[in-house]
């Protein structure tokens, strides 16, 4: 058996010589499966602006299901979607904004890190234990960040770099772990 081509965007494989691989690359599926995967990456805003440019599909309305699929031309999103995404993108937005209106442009990551070992310091035996009330109200007191602008300004970081909103995380009260 010769050489095998898989295509990571279809999912298939197919026996590998320039005709076969030519006659999948310009094949509609391979084109479709291409564009799902590139459009799963999109951002919000960009879906947004394609979605209200589009009207409305009647069969999906009317039926619930369209032959066209995600590859319909008119749009498959009803108001409340569409409200919702745009909520999504203005929160997206504004999330931006406060990122980058939080760091001070002077301050060196050394001059950070001694703030941060006061800080750590001034709890003292507490430690962690500190009532999470307490904490959103000495959060809310404090209007700069603790993070310096060095290390926000790289692009891209993955959620768990991130550093905590401003306000901090919201914890359920009848979280069980284990």
């Known amino acids: 058996m010769g ?14 010589n320039m005709h076969n691989r030519k006659k999948h690359l310009n094949g509609v599926q391979h084109h479709r499966a291409k564009k ?6 999109r951002d919000s805003s960009a879906i947004l602006c ?12 009317q039926k619930g299901i369209c032959d066209f699929g995600p590859n319909c031309r008119f749009s498959h999103m009803s108001e409340d979607d569409l409200y919702n995404l745009k909520r999504q993108v203005d929160e997206e937005r ?3 904004e406060d990122s980058e209106d939080r760091f001070m442009p ?3 990551v050394e001059e950070w890190l001694s703030r941060r070992e006061k800080k750590q310091s001034g709890l003292g035996a507490k430690g962690y234990e500190i009532d999470l009330k307490d904490k959103e109200d000495s959060e809310e007191g404090q209007p700069e960040s603790d993070v310096p602008h060095q290390l926000l300004s790289i692009p891209d970081l993955p959620p768990s770099l991130l550093p905590p909103p401003p306000g901090g995380w919201r914890v359920k009260g009848n979280t069980e772990w284990g």
């Open 3 to 16: 050489r095998r081509y898989y295509c990571d965007y279809c999912e298939r494989s197919f026996q590998d």
């Open 94 to 96: 504004q999330r931006r």
């Open 106 to 108: 002077g301050r060196t």
């Open 50 to 61: 394609d979605e209200q440019a589009k009207k409305p599909c009647r069969k999906f309305l």
């Open 36 to 41: 799902a995967w590139y459009d799963y990456f």
